[in-house]
């Protein structure tokens, strides 16, 4: 089949609008499919200026709805968090994103430090340019944002004192008294402007760039200064968006808004290997493709500090050797289980098992400007028998061992709103005969 594929989505922040927009609106970065729907992208941008919750999570619905009556994409299922922990350890928690709280783990081991599966960075330790796991692990624990996102995914103020907006267009942000770094230096306003403008700036390629493109400013074409980024005091600073976005504090937890201490401009390179944050752990040392020993961070002013005294991450190749030194309490927590364990990893555990809802989604994607795939009857009848076609609780019980939950929408459980029953989505209840007459409706249209 020409432009057909299985697709997954990782929310980078917990919204709505992250799973939709970025997948299917009109030229998105990560559309596909090339789908093109005017009144789902009016719906997403009429969500985008909804004053209230209730609102956008209604406007949402609709755009999903359209979605399901088009299909670009085809609901599979969703993917689990699922791992496990050793016996030296407890309160272990997995977050709306899978990742352990691992500021929370507490250990009986003597030095308090708990061990913990990782992989090598891909580039130096700077947020706006650190777009993969091995290295997100690391700087979401070196570095505070203004926001945090709590296990649930949930979203309270962390070094911001308050974000304020009355058009979801114009934020006014306040930065609580007494946040430092950890060699000492105060976390100012422009601690944040000069962060985002670097990781914005077409010269740096930064992976995480795209992160700035809502701010007034911003270029993917040539340098330019986010001129909506305007100082007040050293406490204070206004963000001016190009259109209304209601989720954009919410984005404010992302890696790609943290800020950065000056001592990071001298020597943008130098500071990556060695960074100086502001979050519960410091970097102690980076022993590469070996291991990654973060401390407790005395001066977090945060509130979520750490649990134990430390984090060693040690950077496993392959999960199936995480997973051994799991079982031989070498490790005490891991992030995944390996193929080869999804049979047993419960009964090997026992209560030490993760398996909870997280935030990936994935589908079949299918390029509507593919002969007989297109956005017409044809197309949206052979799409529809696709779905009607495909048991998704067989799959997910049998060949993932119940560590996936068959897709009811287009976005994940663990975000706020999301509902079993959208409008449209019986289109995902599998049918054989259902789907063995679309395919008849559209082969009467055009022989495939």
């Known amino acids: 089949m020409v432009g057909a594929f299985r697709t997954g989505w990782q929310a980078d922040y917990p919204s709505m609008a992250n799973f939709l927009g970025s997948q299917y609106k009109t030229g998105a970065g990560s559309n596909d499919t090339d789908y093109s729907n005017a009144d789902f992208d009016s719906l997403l941008d009429q ?151 670097y990781g914005a700036m077409m010269k740096n390629k930064h992976l995480s760039s795209y992160f700035y493109e809502p701010i007034k400013g911003f270029s993917a074409e040539k340098d330019s200064e986010l001129t909506g980024l305007v100082k007040v005091d050293d406490t204070t600073f206004t963000i001016e968006l190009v259109e209304p976005a209601s989720d954009f504090a919410l984005r404010l937890g992302y890696s790609a808004f943290a800020p950065l201490p000056e001592s990071a401009f001298a020597d943008m390179e130098a500071f990556g290997k060695a960074p100086i944050g502001n979050g519960q752990y410091t ?23 750490a649990a134990n005294e430390g984090i060693t991450f040690t950077l496993y190749t392959d999960y199936d050797s995480a997973y051994n030194d799991l079982l031989a309490d070498a490790v005490d927590v891991i992030d995944a289980i390996p193929d080869s364990a999804l049979s047993k990893f419960r009964d090997e555990l026992g209560s030490r098992a993760v398996n909870q809802p997280g935030a990936v989604f994935q589908a079949f994607a299918i390029n ?45 459980p663990v975000i706020s709103g999301w509902k079993e029953a959208v409008p449209g989505n019986e289109v995902l209840a599998f049918d054989a005969d259902a789907a063995k007459k679309l395919w008849e409706q559209a082969e009467a249209i055009a022989k495939f």
Not at 104 to 122: F, M, R
Not at 283 to 305: C, E, F, M, R, T
Not at 393 to 409: F, H, N, Q, V, W
């Open 283 to 305: 970097l102690q040392s980076w022993d590469h493709d070996s291991q990654i020993v973060l401390v407790k961070n005395p001066s977090y002013n945060g509130g979520a500090p």
């Open 47 to 197: 969500a985008a200026a909804a004053s209230d919750e209730a609102t956008a999570l209604s406007l949402h619905e609709q755009a999903q709805t359209a979605l399901f009556a088009d299909l670009p994409a085809i609901p599979l299922w969703y993917q689990n968090g699922f791992g496990g922990y050793s016996n030296n350890v407890s309160n272990v928690t997995f977050q709306w994103n899978s990742v352990p709280a691992y500021h929370a783990i507490t250990t009986t081991s003597k030095d308090g430090v708990v061990l913990a599966n990782g992989t090598e960075p891909q580039n130096p330790l700077i947020p706006s340019n650190t777009n993969e796991v091995g290295g997100g692990r690391v700087v979401d624990l070196l570095f505070a944002r203004l926001v945090r996102y709590e296990a649930d995914g949930s979203v309270v103020n962390e070094v911001a004192e308050s974000i304020e907006t009355t058009d979801n267009k114009t934020f006014t942000v306040k930065i609580k008294p007494g946040w430092t770094f950890s060699d000492g230096t105060p976390v100012t306003s422009d601690s944040f402007i000069k962060a985002w403008n």
């Open 368 to 412: 509507v400007k593919a002969e007989h795939w297109g956005m017409d009857e044809e197309g949206r009848a052979r799409r529809a028998a696709l779905s009607r076609a495909i048991n998704r609780k067989e799959i997910c019980d049998t060949l993932y061992y119940g560590t996936r939950t068959p897709a009811s929408d287009f976005t994940s």
